[in-house]
């Protein structure tokens, strides 16, 4: 079973940027997708950004051009550059497989206000 532990939120004024980190456990991470998901409060989890094994990537609408997933499977971690931040970006942003697979860590929350 591969963990999962969150960080690199905070709060930022509009306009801003952060870097997300999800550090995962597991020697068998390099083969999974991995997901960023957000969630705000009153409202469903929803998927943000993929990236398979080998790098290729894909963004909801929502944060196309904004946010970018990368991972380096050597240090069993995946990223989230987050730039252009808007207050509908607040949320608590968590990493997973694709499918949500993996027990779901703390998460690390993000607020985009002035």
């Known amino acids: 079973q591969v963990h999962v532990v969150e960080s690199g939120g905070g709060l930022v004024q509009p306009g801003g940027s ?20 957000r969630q705000a409060p009153g409202k469903q989890r929803e998927l943000v950004a993929v990236i ?5 990537t894909n963004y909801a609408d929502s944060v196309k051009g904004r946010f970018t997933i ?14 252009s931040l808007k207050p509908e970006d607040t949320a608590t942003y968590y ?10 860590g703390q998460g690390t929350q993000v607020t985009v206000s002035s």
């Open 70 to 83: 990368s991972r380096d499977n050597f240090e069993n971690t995946v990223y989230l550059q987050l730039i």
């Open 18 to 37: 952060l870097r997300l980190s999800c550090a995962a456990s597991g020697s068998s991470f390099r083969i999974y997708t991995m997901g960023w998901f």
């Open 52 to 56: 398979t094994s080998v790098g290729s």
């Open 95 to 104: 990493c997973n497989e694709r499918a949500g697979a993996f027990s779901w």
